[in-house]
């Protein structure tokens, strides 16, 4: 399908821009134990910060503490935007808590595993947009979130289900497009949701899920309920005017909602410096007014403690944040091929391996004596029991009967 | 994708034939570019702009962010002002967020300004079921489209119209929409090398007949012409004429035929309620209803959005059993 191109400026500029995405990346990871503050010239951005939120002075490299309500002028040339800090919290999070992230992740790793391959051996139609890599960021966010708090996710939204708590087999029956699956067959990986477990639905338009977040924090806020809703989108999806619509009702409304960015680097088959002329989402964050906040995507901790502060933020009356995750899809835009891909080069690929969330976790759960690496062999096994034990209850699920399809079109009283 | 010159007759699938198309109005039309998502380097999603950056280069093929908002204003402002854009959207169901652009813009503009502007704006994009891709990316929306005054919309069914109608449509000086058909993609037929315009606005007997008229829309002409050869065997003779343009509509050729066969089977894709062949049946009562010996049918999707399992899409999209099924219904078989 795609065509070898030659190399043109853009594509050259587009290396270099990448080249300066890794490298901040690693600075992130850096400074992970420290605020960086942001800068800002604009007066009005000032006074704005001012009246709602704190700010930070100083250049980029001083460490700014952010009081807790106090509210400090800015004197920052980019907007309030931090990068979050990493394991810098003194009450660290419990063992049950590292444990159930852990296994939040290797769950949507291995169902995307075997749904990739399901779906290349044919047994899935349609499109499957695969999550591997990005776990860290569904199970960071989702760790701080119980079935009352709403989330939209995108068309690549098996993991956000899994983190949730979706089941495997009505997953696999969705997929499958069986009518045990969980919207009956008729939604497909692209539109797969829980609303028991406040998932809104993956969505097959990019872009399509931040307005309904919005939406929903508007519910929570409108209800007086303390709930929250999170808005992922991808690096692509933030160049959408729906986004940009979302984002600006939700910081005018101070709506409990959390907009999380999962920069991974490209939309479909274009780099991120052939789609924007920005390095970092969450730059956006001050044109909206609200904070942002850039983390380590691949570090579970990481996006655990950035969300955590988010979500708090948005629990307590705060308002939104911008919490850009910088990640990686391993896999190719639409089901597994990951590599000798013409828009990336393996060795990117590779350098991204090597940050893998789930190994890395691995190692210090392993480390810090929370499990042992025969437990944790073990837990892999059972979930790849639970999972074929899925395919299978789906593979036997029958099909959604002719007069299912003018079901539920509409609401019907009594039906 | 530099194919080899080979003698003709040349058969090319429908991908190829609109990337045909493309190249040969950025060939013959300067003031012409080409932008969409993925356009550019990787060729678009269908395959169908492959080897188009390497020819014309990234000033005139070009990547964009994922905006339909912003790719649609691009084509209304470009074409109002010099440029001859074609515009890829990805997806017909992306409509969504772009139809301000589309809706109030783009088919209004030149009205509202009393003449002063023209807009040579092509857009394509891709209709259709069929794939398992659901709700939001297989709907067949022309009828969105063609109730706008100062649209055009047309419907190339195979390969030859689909590089005929992409470059009639960018030589025409209105926006034009050419809704093509992911199905069809590898359908394969005799192709021109030379550039060459289908007319918009006229419809085309794709198999003479007697005994009743189909009017089809898209790949739906497919369907037709298979149950055409299907009630062969049971002693019926339909005629099947390919819409080819749903704005304008060819009323003419459609009544002509109604006239000879007293009889009338529109058969879309798109849901049946407020979908084009409401529009169509209206047309021919009001310009044949003497000529008619049976009540004009159609055979359309039922009102439901796309499903996404196999079993009920299977059922959910018209076929040529279901069309069998109608004319024998129509003619009281
Ligand atoms: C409105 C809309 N435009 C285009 C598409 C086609 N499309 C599907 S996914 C995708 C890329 C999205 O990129 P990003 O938001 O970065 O998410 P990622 O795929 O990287 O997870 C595109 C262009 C779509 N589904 N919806
Ligand atoms: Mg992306």
Redo the contacts between chains.
Sequence with gaps: MAQAKKKTAAKKAAAKKTATRSTKKSVVKKSATKKVAAKSTKKSVVKKSAAKKVAAKSTKKSVVKKPAAKKVAAKARKAPRTVAKKGASNKGPSNATLKAMHLKMLRIRRFEERAGKLMEDGKVPGALHLYVGQEAVASGVMQHLSNEDWITSTHRGHGHLVAKGGEFKPMFAELFGRSTGYCNGKGGSMHISNMDLGMLGANGIVGGGPPIAMGAAFSNQFKGNKNVSIAFFGDGASNEGSVHEAANMAALYKLPCVFVCENNGYGEYTPQADHQAIVDVADRASGYGMPGVICDGMDVMAVYEAAGEAIERARSGGGPTLLECKTYRYYDHVGIRGMGLTYRTDEEVEAWKKKDAINSFEKRLIQLGVMSRKQLDALDAAIGEELEEAIQYASDSPYPTPDQLLEDVYYVKGA | ?SEAKKPEPRVLPYVLAINEGIRTVLREQDDSFLAG??V????S???YC??L??EF??RRVI????????IMGLGVGASATGCRPIIDLMFM??L??CMDEVANQMAKMRFMFGGKATLPVTVLTMGGAG???????SQSLEAWLAHLPGMKVVMPSDAYDAKGMIIAAARDDNPVFVVLNKQSLAMSMEVPEESYEVPIGEAVVRKQGTDLTIVAFGRMVHEALDAAEQLKDVGLNVEVIDARSVQPFDTATVVASIKKTHRALIVHEAVKFGGIGGEISAQIQEEAFDYLDAPIMRVAA????V??????EK??IPNAAGIVTKVKETLGL
Aim: net charge negative; no cysteine; hydrophobic share 35%.
């Design positions: 994708m998502e993925d550019a380097a990787a060729g999603v269908y395959g492959g080897g950056l390497d280069g990234s990547d964009t962010p994922i905006s339909e908002k912003g169901d992306f969504g967020e794939g398992g891709m659901a709700a939001q990316h039922p009102f439901s959005p499903p996404f399992s196999p079993a009920l059922l959910y």
